[in-house]
């Protein structure tokens, strides 16, 4: 059974740092492409972040370059997301997603982590 | 980026309605559309990929149609347990985007 398990997050002030995590279980990690998504409370999904297998291509949405970072340790099944420079606009449940190779269209999302609350406020 | 527009972005319905949810992008993504479902509190539930794709365990009374820009999520007779808040996503490019959502309440 596919599993991600998000920690990490919590209160933080403005301008502060937080690095989320997510454990991975139930398939083979280094194989699958990985996404961290947010929602803002009462908001819409919004993408954040997305790595490679093995991390040599990374991608953010506007909003977060130069001020986030996703990582991975395929050794130990395992996907980051280290926060920096926080505003109080970043304040959302973030989930860790697992992206599913179909050969015909592409990368898309099949399963979800429960999600980590980050609130950014003083 | 790849911008998403969904409509309508509420909905009233009631059990046994047929509902249709339009998912349209701002350039052509060949397909690479998935949906989404989900309920207060809880993690997204893939429902179909490859724009009509359905995903394994989800109902038949779920579809999906479309092509180029314009796409189509249908419920053809809807249950309580649909619903929900239900979201399209792109990803033909690697910067992923999601719609605005489009929540079914009853009516």
């Known amino acids: 059974e596919v599993q991600l398990v998000e920690s990490g997050g919590g209160l933080v002030q403005p301008g502060g740092s937080l690095r989320l995590s997510c454990a991975a279980s139930?398939?083979?990690?280094?194989?699958?492409?990985m996404s961290w998504v947010r929602q803002a409370p009462g908001k819409g999904l919004e993408w954040v972040a997305n790595?490679?297998?093995?991390?040599?291509?990374?991608y953010y949405v506007d909003s977060v370059k130069g001020r986030f970072t996703i990582s991975r340790d395929n050794a130990k099944n395992s996907l980051y997301l280290q926060m920096n420079s926080l505003r109080a606009e970043d304040t959302a449940v973030y989930y860790c997603?697992?992206?599913?190779?179909?050969?015909?269209?592409?990368?898309?999302?099949?399963?979800w982590g429960q999600g980590t609350l980050v609130t950014v406020s003083s | 980026d790849i911008q998403m527009t969904q409509s309508p972005s509420s909905l009233s319905a009631s059990v046994g309605d047929r509902v249709t949810i339009t998912c349209r992008a701002s350039?052509?993504?060949?397909?690479?559309l998935a949906w989404y479902q989900q309920k207060p509190g809880k993690a997204p539930k893939l429902l179909l990929y490859?724009?009509?794709r359905l995903e394994s365990g989800v109902p038949s009374r779920f579809s999906g149609s479309g092509s180029g820009t314009d796409y189509t999520l249908t419920i053809s007779s809807l249950q309580p347990e649909d619903f929900a808040t239900y979201y399209c996503?792109?990803?033909?490019?690697?910067?992923?985007?999601f719609g605005p959502g489009t929540k079914v309440d009853i009516k």
């Open positions: 490859a724009a009509s």
């Open positions: 790595i490679k297998q093995d991390g040599s291509e990374k």
């Open positions: 350039q052509g993504i060949s397909n690479s």
């Open positions: 996503q792109q990803y033909y490019s690697t910067r992923f985007t």
């Open positions: 997603a697992r992206a599913y190779y179909d050969i015909l269209t592409g990368y898309y999302i099949d399963y």
């Open positions: 139930g398939f083979t990690f280094s194989s699958y492409w």
